[in-house]
């Protein structure tokens, strides 16, 4: 599963981010498969990501957290969660380690971060997906600050024209920064959009729109 991995930003930031993803195998025949994936997805909202989702039904700032625990497909269901926060990341890993519910769990984030937090833990990666970045002419890609928060989303569902739509609603006073992101995050159904920090990226964004 490589659709959280290319995201784009400040090494910095990306440091603080942690995508933990659980799927279930189509190869696999599970006794219940929604009680299982019902249970790990209660583990990873248990420990306050900043987002999360079901993509069975949508990201928390599309649905109700109930309906996101209630409704799984027969098979083939895969829940996301993104954290900002080292102690969280190895709880949810431990609880699930503990858990063993025969379910694929996939860690992304910077390299380093990911294979610390997998020693203290004491697990071993299975596969190892790494992003080599984007290649072609890049001159038609949009600011490296807009490709942050479209980045954010592994299924290109954020729209650059969306980001700076949001911009200018800020700066008009229409929409506040926080407002701006979470309408940015809905159309990620994984729910893998950090809001908090595409919020400060149209801060930025938004003093670079009132100097030009």
């Known amino acids: 599963m490589t659709h959280t991995h290319h995201r784009i930003g400040p090494i910095d930031e990306l440091k603080k981010e942690f995508i933990v993803l659980v799927t279930s195998s189509k ?5 219940d498969e ?11 909202v248990k420990h306050e990501p900043v987002n999360y989702g ?15 625990l209630s409704k799984f497909r027969e098979a083939c269901n895969v829940v996301l ?7 969280k990341v190895k709880k949810v890993l431990k609880e699930l380690k503990e858990a063993n519910l025969g379910l694929s769990v996939v860690v ?3 390299y380093e971060e990911i294979f610390k937090l997998l020693n203290e833990v004491g697990l071993s990666p299975h596969t190892i997906n790494l992003s080599l970045g984007v290649w072609g002419n890049t001159g038609k890609l949009p600011s490296h600050e807009v490709l942050e928060i479209t980045t954010m989303c592994g299924h290109g569902m954020i729209s650059p024209y969306h980001v700076n739509k949001m911009v200018r609603e800020i700066e008009r006073g229409k929409l506040s920064p926080e407002a701006a992101s ?15 920090r595409a919020e400060e ?4 964004l938004v003093q670079r729109y009132r100097k030009s």
């Open 27 to 31: 190869f696999v025949k599970y006794d």
């Open 34 to 44: 929604p009680s299982k994936v019902k249970k790990a997805l209660e583990i990873l």
């Open 54 to 68: 079901n993509m069975a039904v949508g990201n928390r700032y599309l649905k109700d957290k109930e309906e996101i």
């Open 81 to 87: 969660a993104i954290f900002d926060n080292e102690e």
């Open 108 to 110: 992304s984030g910077v």
């Open 182 to 196: 979470i309408d940015l995050a809905r159309p990620c159904i994984c729910g893998i959009v950090n809001n908090k």
């Open 201 to 204: 990226v149209l801060r930025r």
